[in-house]
């Protein structure tokens, strides 16, 4: 009995540790593990941006991407990190729900020895060298393209000032602080341009559905709506065209929209959203560039912006979009 009792033991511990070496740091097969920490599954941009860093972060190229979706609370993120320290992973990556609250735990990953690439948006941190680079979008200046396409559009201000109805994405975060930036420096610079209201969607499009439908029950009187993405851009379509609201170039509301999804370039073409701002989400392969060029031993810059640009019904075809992988 004992001694099938010591086998029973034994099996259970083999199990035990075979489970654990799956989530050990050092692959198996000598591949490159990336831990990787992702805001959530919030927007198509976010999909098409988890999409491109899977396709380029495969084992045929040589790497194990572990990654985390953190469902756009900066805790579960934290915690992930943590886990990535404990796994003992040869990089990390993190794309930050927020820019405040991540001097402690970059400190414990550079404790570590384990370098990092900060993605898509920024964190705010008194020492720089916690990170090895930030890889993403320059939000300031989308928010200042848009800002521009408004002052080109020669709104007729001589009855009433223009009236702003700004949406905005999930408080804290780079996309959300700067685009907002950009939109509140253009309303102090312009004598008349105001806020109709600023009402927060998380960058989702149920949150905007629903916080622009409310705000309508109220409040009809504005201009142009300043989207901080598409998803909240298409939920208050969604409660305009309930209340009967009229937008884009031949409606009453003018829309500025920041992604340029394939969905929202159609919707342009189609005369139903004036500007679409575009915010490039396929970061994989200028990542993986990056990667290989810091393992070669070769200097990386401290920030990489991606290359984007801005659409009007004007600048868009059917193939353009045909083309457009998100
Ligand atoms: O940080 C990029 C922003 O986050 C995108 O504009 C938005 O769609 C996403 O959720």
Known sequence: MRRFCSLVLILIFSAVFAGCGDKGGKSDKDLFVIGFSQVGSESDWRLANTRSMEQTFTESRGYELRMENAKQRQDNQLAAVRNF?????????IAPTVEDGWETVLTEIKNAGIPVII??????????????????????KQGNEAVKWMEDQHFDTAQRNLRILHLQGSYGATAQLLRTKALEVGVAQHKDWEFAAQLDGDFTEAKGYEVVKDYLRQNRDFDVLYSENDNMTFGAMCAFDEAGITYGENGRVKIITFDATKKALQYCLDGKIDLCVECNPMHGPGVEELIRKYRAGEEIPKHVYVDESVYTRKDLTKEIIEEREY
């Open 85 to 93: 320290i404990l796994e003992g992973v040869d990089l990390i990556i």
């Open 119 to 140: 993605l898509d948006r920024s964190v705010s941190v008194s020492n720089a060298d916690l990170f090895l680079t930030n890889f993403g979008s320059d939000f300031l």
